[in-house]
């Protein structure tokens, strides 16, 4: 049977008030439990009434913005550049020379060449199929048998 926690325990959790593993409990228990995510949502309700509020959103939005900028750019400065050889412009360049190169040098047209050697070859190897085979000694045979029968009709 599923358990279900109070109010004040939701509280408490919205408070930030319990230790990190009943955080854990608590958050997989709101996965599972429909009731409990109700008490949730009302104890966040309940919290935010509590909160002060913001009198210039506008401003408090601009700080925060500017914030998140400064941090960005502190990252970035703390990231070193890749070298040339290891972006993907410079792997693509090189792709594409050894393209051209091979091109130029006929690497392709001998490897065509090749396939149609092998395509030929297939082609000669290959027998007519035993069915056609069947069939055109059925008509020879056919054909022998109305031959004596009209000899047979002239005699």
Known sequence: MTTHYSRDHWMKYVKDELNETERIV???????????LELYIDAVDKQEEILPSIS???AFMNDIMKKISNDMVIENVGEKKRPFYQSSIFHYAIAA???LLLMSAGFFQS?????ETIQKAELSVKQEPKSGGLVDKTFAWMDSFEGNKKEDFKK
Do not use: G, N, P
Not at 111 to 115: A, F, M
């Open 111 to 115: 490897i065509i060449k090749h396939t």
């Open 26 to 36: 608590l958050e997989d228990h709101l996965y599972t439990c429909d009731q409990c």
């Open 56 to 58: 210039d959103e506008a």
């Open 97 to 99: 020379s050894l393209t």
